[in-house]
């Protein structure tokens, strides 16, 4: 079946733009995260999403990152005023509900932002 | 705040075995260990996972010491494709926890010819 499917799966930027980054979980996946991996670095949490609860934006690095979930499947992760140092390559990933029980996260490709 | 120390690189040659090795030395008893793998360019994914006991999949088997302190991931006949970051996560299991995982830098397991 069709996995995580993120889009554009590269998105070049210039410094002070706007960016919005989609996310399509696997459907009945209750469950969604947001990561983001910089160059040489490993996986940085940034939010979580679960059924109509309040998300957990616990992993945000500032207020220019925000992102909703509609309709409790699609995600946009949305990055205000782009900089430089927004340059990652962000990851999402869904899962079953893990209130549940534990339940493995399916992850996307990514997409590559780079800001220039 | 690393809960796991793995070493930075690895090798091993196609068709042997491939044990890599994680330290958890504060985890708690209600903490898993859970492996990630990540291939170039793609996402990771999930290899196994476990709490006390010793665990296989079709994957790979995961050995856990008694004291739970550190593990290790074996890939019993490693191919050139399992060359990857492999991850090793201590968190906690199911429940009411959900399932926010905390990466950190991994292995990078190169097989070789």
């Known amino acids: 079946g069709a996995g995580v499917s993120q889009s554009p799966s590269n998105k070049v930027t210039e410094k002070g733009k706007d960016v919005e980054l989609r996310c399509d979980p696997i459907s009945g996946h209750t469950a969604l995260y947001w990561y983001r991996q910089s160059l040489g670095q490993g996986l940085e949490f940034l939010i979580y999403?679960?059924?109509?609860?309040?998300?957990?934006k616990s992993g945000l690095p500032s207020d220019r990152f925000s992102a909703e979930r509609t309709g409790g499947s699609v995600s946009t992760l949305t990055i205000q005023r782009t900089q430089q140092e927004d340059s990652a390559v962000y990851l999402c990933?869904?899962?079953?509900?893990?209130?549940?029980?534990?339940?493995?996260?399916?992850f996307g490709p990514g997409t590559r932002l780079t800001v220039t | 705040d690393a809960k796991t120390t793995q070493p930075p690189s690895m090798d091993c040659a196609e068709g042997r075995a491939a044990n890599l090795p994680c330290n958890h030395s504060?985890?708690?008893?209600?903490?898993?260990v859970y492996w990630y793998r990540q291939i170039h360019s793609q996402g990771p994914q999930y290899i196994i996972h476990g709490l006390k006991n010793n665990e296989t999949n079709e994957m790979a088997s995961l050995i856990i010491t008694e004291d739970r302190k550190s593990s290790t991931l074996i890939l019993p006949h490693a191919t050139l494709r399992d060359t990857a970051v492999y991850y090793c996560i201590v968190k906690e299991g199911g429940g009411t926890s959900y399932g926010k995982l905390t990466f950190g830098q991994g292995t990078i397991l190169t097989v070789h010819p």
């Open positions: 504060t985890i708690s008893g209600n903490e898993y």
């Open positions: 999403f679960q059924g109509n609860s309040a998300p957990d």
């Open positions: 990933a869904s899962s079953l509900n893990p209130a549940g029980g534990w339940y493995e996260q399916y």
